[in-house]
């Protein structure tokens, strides 16, 4: 094995990851550092009960694209899925119908339900349902505890706050958002191993992720971000020449008074955090005094482009950790 195959064999990376962005990159760092050991702590703040069923979409996009069930055109959900039951419950007229879940699906749900209701923490439920997919890295929830993102909205309907996922899903997004907040996050703490992986990180990875519901959220978990922040961390901008790469992140970016640009996520996330930030050439000029920016293609045209970008946030970590 070469030196620097080696260097990464030993070692120990932490990852945040929303949804389709951070599983994709995910897919990458996998591929260029396939014997590191690697623990993903996954947002869980668009967790929701449908149908009376516990669903957390991100946590399974992870899961089903590191373990090949993906629907790669969809970029979440199973693959040959099929929507039965869904269909029976929209004759039965039960609501919501705007929440997209196939049959396959379903039985992630179920099984996760019947152990939340037995009592099992959904980490340990999370790394049960992974025996069966075999990631190929430690997937943890960031909290136990329940703690869900909601979004203040004001339409025909009033001033109000629905669930993340009736905006996003329902509304898409049109609606503009007045706040976003997590409920819950005041008092959850890290689920069990999170603080400690931290820890023990040689380098912490912020993926391209929703950089307000979804790595803004990890980081709202007391203690998270401050144990994040002691160690080296690389970035990779979810914006490219001011704009999203796709999704409506922009819109969450609005609602918390933050531009969609590179230079003004960066400036989010800060440098107190921050050490190493990836952002596309045409975002070359994007600066913050203590974080060394690098400008190279980051889009994730493919696994092998996803491959290059983990690995080029890698040697950077590498680089800045002396
Ligand atoms: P989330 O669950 O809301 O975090 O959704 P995703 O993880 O799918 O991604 C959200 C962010 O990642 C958005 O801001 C996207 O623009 C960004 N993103 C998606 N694909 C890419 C890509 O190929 N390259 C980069 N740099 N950003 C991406
Ligand atoms: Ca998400």
């Known amino acids: 094995m070469s030196e620097a195959g ?3 064999g030993r070692m120990h990376i932490v990852s945040l990851a929303g949804g389709i ?3 994709r990159f995910l897919r990458g760092l996998r591929a260029t550092a396939p014997d590191a050991q690697i623990t993903v702590i996954g947002n869980t703040g668009d967790d929701i009960t449908l149908f009376g069923l516990r669903v957390c979409p991100d946590l399974d996009t992870v899961m089903y694209t590191l373990g090949g069930g993906i629907d790669e055109e969809q970029g979440w959900g199973r693959a040959k899925e099929s929507h039965v039951v869904k269909e029976e419950l929209a004759a039965y007229g ?3 119908q705007w929440f997209g879940l196939g049959d396959r699906d379903f039985a992630t749900h179920i099984v996760r339900s019947q152990m939340l209701e037995a009592g099992y923490p959904l980490s340990q439920i999370t790394e049960a ?4 997919w075999q990631p190929g890295v430690r997937l943890l929830p960031m ?3 329940r703690c869900e993102t909601h979004v203040v909205i004001d339409d025909e309907r009033g001033r109000r706050a629905v669930h ?10 049109s609606v503009p958002a007045e706040s976003i907040a997590l409920v819950g996050a005041d008092t959850a703490k890290p689920a069990p191993g999170v603080l400690e992986a931290i820890e023990q990180a040689d380098v912490v990875i912020l993926p391209p992720s929703n950089p307000v519901v979804s790595i803004g959220t990890i980081l709202q978990i007391p203690g998270i971000r401050a144990a994040i922040a002691a160690k080296t961390v690389v970035g990779v901008s979810p914006i490219i020449g001011g704009a999203p790469v796709r999704g409506m992140a922009d819109a969450c970016l609005t609602a918390i008074g933050v531009e969609t640009s590179a230079q003004a996520v960066l400036d989010l996330y800060g440098s107190d955090l921050i050490d190493g930030w990836l952002v596309s050439p045409e975002d070359a000029g994007v600066a913050l005094e203590g ?3 690098i400008a190279r293609p980051i889009l994730m045209h493919d696994t092998v482009a996803a491959a ?3 690995r080029t946030a890698l040697d950077l970590a590498g680089e800045l950790a002396g």
């Open 129 to 132: 349902l992974c025996t069966r």
């Open 291 to 293: 974080v060394r920016v």
């Open 308 to 310: 290059d970008i983990a």
């Open 94 to 96: 039960v609501e919501p």
């Open 164 to 173: 993340f996922q009736e905006w996003w899903v329902r509304m898409r997004a």
């Open 143 to 145: 909290t136990d505890d």
């Open 21 to 23: 962005g951070g599983a």
């Open 6 to 8: 080696e260097r990464l």
